[in-house]
């Protein structure tokens, strides 16, 4: 007999993802056209999330540095979650809120696109890199649930806020991954062209 706790973990998620396509799928598609507009300009992307959607930051990052789905060009994307001696010297000698937010100062140049990731839509530090961000003059994606929280006031109306429609903190992360895959079909698509098929040896 199937476990009716484990099925309902699948029901759970592929309800959600059916609604997120409804609802989701042009602000999606403004985030490729953001970042494809930066890379086609030789700017960045840089990213920002605590826990899960720090998994994520390293996720997409690698994904563009290395490959998706096909052979090309690396293509600059950096993390700011993976430097312990960075993250660990701000956190000491300033605070845990600003590691995103000196790096965003450090690294980040106009044009440049902050990918800044948070469940809650609350998390102080990725807040404070995107404030670091707009004041750069960088864009800013922001990937988010439970109606955005303080995410939603903080951005400009260049920015893309992609929100997804539920408050449980699995589900929302994993929207975000999807929605990571489909923006790096998307910039891929853009830059290159043409249909392709996942030739990775993972």
Partial sequence: MKNPRILSHFQESAELKMISAELLAEPIEQAIELMFTALSNGNKILACGNGGSAADCQHFAAELVGRFERERLPLPALALTTDSSIMTAIANDYSFQEVFSKQVQAFGQAGDILLAITTSGNSQGVLNAVD??????????????????EMSSRLTEADVHICVPHDRTAR???????????????????????????DTNE
């Fill in 132 to 149: 670091a961000a707009l004041e750069r003059d960088m864009r800013v994606i922001a990937l988010t649930g439970k109606g955005g929280g």
């Fill in 172 to 198: 929302i992360q994993e929207v975000h991954l999807l929605t990571i895959h489909c923006m790096c079909d998307g910039i891929d698509a853009a830059l290159f062209g043409g249909d392709f098929g996942d």
